[in-house]
Nanobody, 115 residues
Framework: QVQLVESGGGLVQAGGSLRLSCAAS????????MRWWRQAPGRQRELAAS???????NYADTVKGRFTISWGSAKNTMYLQMDNLKPEDTGIYYC?????????WGRGTQVTVSA
């Protein structure tokens, strides 16, 4: 079974940057899209960014202009570049790959932005 592993989280000051990675244990077939979700303490999980297999991207209004989602060269690695981070970006970030008939999730990586 394919596993997704996120990395790149950590503690950063406001205005700083982080680059999150999502690596699959093997090549993923029949990908429709990849998404980065995030969940702040005490809040519901929200969709931060998404990219389709045709490279159509969408961002939440709260991250637009600051976050960039992208595929790796082999499409078994995905990235989220996060710039100009704000304290409200703090949370656990999850990688999610949508296939034709299945949805894959990683376990998340913690991002903490200090004021």
């Amino acid at each position: 079974q394919v596993q997704l592993v996120e990395s790149g989280g950590g503690l950063v000051q406001a205005g700083g940057s982080l680059r999150l990675s999502c690596a699959a244990s093997t090549n993923i077939l029949n990908i429709r899209s990849m998404r980065w979700w995030r969940q702040a303490p005490g809040r519901q999980r929200e969709l931060a960014a998404s990219i389709t297999s045709a490279n159509v991207v969408n961002y939440a209004d709260t991250v637009k202009g600051r976050f960039t989602i992208s595929w790796g060269s082999a499409k078994n690695t995905m990235y989220l570049q996060m710039d100009n981070l704000k304290p409200e970006d703090t949370g656990i970030y999850y990688c999610n790959v949508m296939q034709q008939t299945a949805s894959l999730w990683g376990r998340g990586t913690q991002v903490t932005v200090s004021a």
